[in-house]
């Protein structure tokens, strides 16, 4: 029975990871000195050695020791970012010595994280790269920034830019959605010449179910705009609430809940927008057939209305 019990304890204990590859001789010198400056409390110069070890060899073990350097020089957003990843690619513990150094890693993420704040980019579909205060970042992942305000920008497409500017805090979540700079008018054509002399022609005046269109429209909009904006301010305030609270940090119900209401923050101004330019236009069209000329001089313009 014993001889019987041999191989199924074998085939019971988990297989053992292959061991790791031989280091180069270049990459084993420069960890020896790397470890020699971190026992003499050189952390720049432990952190500079590491950041050449990774060139070498894009290892775990070398993203860790980053990730842990930074945090120790208080490089808040590159320690996050690298502890990130470092918790990404270490495999699951199999010893008490790896659980504790799994535990650890862990814990250093977590504070690294309460001291930035991660945003999640919704852009435009083709828009890229995506940039935050000019650099560019990988939007498909976390981006870590630190507490103040960013400028989030991508390039469409057809020339334009999609930003967004945003104000956050330490330990925040936020969700960015990009809006796109409106395009771009084409030159409209000059108007036929007038020969001299001739009369000009009297404007015709605009329809009288234009302006009522455009005024309802106007207002329609105005009181829509300002509606979602109440509605929309009044949940933000409540989702940052629900926020601030323990373990809801990284919620992602309460991530879809806060860009639901970015979006409707977005529609609100665009009403408004649309409704203050209908309105503009409402009276430019109502104020123009009554004729407005412009002639100029050589000490100045002269303006004549007539009605």
Same mark, same amino acid.
């Given at each position: ?7 199924? /304890? ?17 990459? /084993? +010198? ?80 977590? +504070? ?11 852009? =435009? ?76 022609? =009297?404007?015709?005046?605009?329809? =009288? ?28 305030? +409540? ?20 860009? +639901? ?27 123009? =057939? ?18």
């Amino acid at each position: 029975m014993f001889l019987l019990a041999l191989p199924l /304890a074998s085939a019971a204990s988990p297989p053992r990871p292959p061991p790791p590859p031989p280091r180069s001789p270049r990459v /084993a +010198a420069l960890v020896r000195e790397a470890e020699a400056a971190f026992d003499r409390l050189e952390i720049a110069r432990a952190r500079h050695l590491w950041a050449q070890i990774y060139e070498l060899e894009r290892s775990t073990v070398a993203i860790c020791q980053l990730g842990q350097l930074d945090r120790r020089l208080e490089r808040w957003v590159d320690a996050a970012g690298e502890l990130t990843r470092c918790v990404q690619e270490m495999r699951p513990p199999a010893t008490p010595m790896e659980r504790r150094l799994h535990d650890t890693r862990h814990a250093d993420l977590a +504070a690294a994280r309460r001291q930035v704040t991660e945003l999640r980019v919704f852009a =435009p579909a083709g828009a890229a790269p995506v940039l935050v205060d000019g650099r560019i970042v990988d939007e498909s992942g976390r981006i870590y920034v630190e507490p103040g305000q960013h400028e989030v920008t991508a390039a469409l497409p057809d020339g334009r830019k999609a930003r967004s500017t945003v104000r956050v805090t330490a330990g925040d979540a936020r969700a960015v959605l990009l809006s796109p700079e409106p395009a771009r008018l084409r030159p409209a054509a000059p108007p036929p010449a007038r020969p001299a002399g001739a009369p000009a022609q =009297p404007a015709a005046p605009p329809a =009288p179910w234009l302006l009522y269109a455009g005024s309802a429209a106007s207002g329609a909009f105005l009181v829509s705009g300002i509606v979602l904006h109440v509605v929309a301010s009044l949940q933000d305030s +409540a989702l940052q609430a629900e926020m601030c609270k323990p373990r809801s940090t990284g919620n992602p119900k309460l991530l879809e809940e806060l860009h +639901a209401v970015e979006v409707q923050q977005h529609i609100s101004t665009a009403a408004l927008v649309a409704g203050t330019a209908l309105g503009a236009a409402t009276l430019v069209v109502a104020m123009l =057939p009554s004729g407005a000329q412009i002639r100029a001089h050589g000490a100045g313009a002269e303006v004549r209305f007539s009605w």
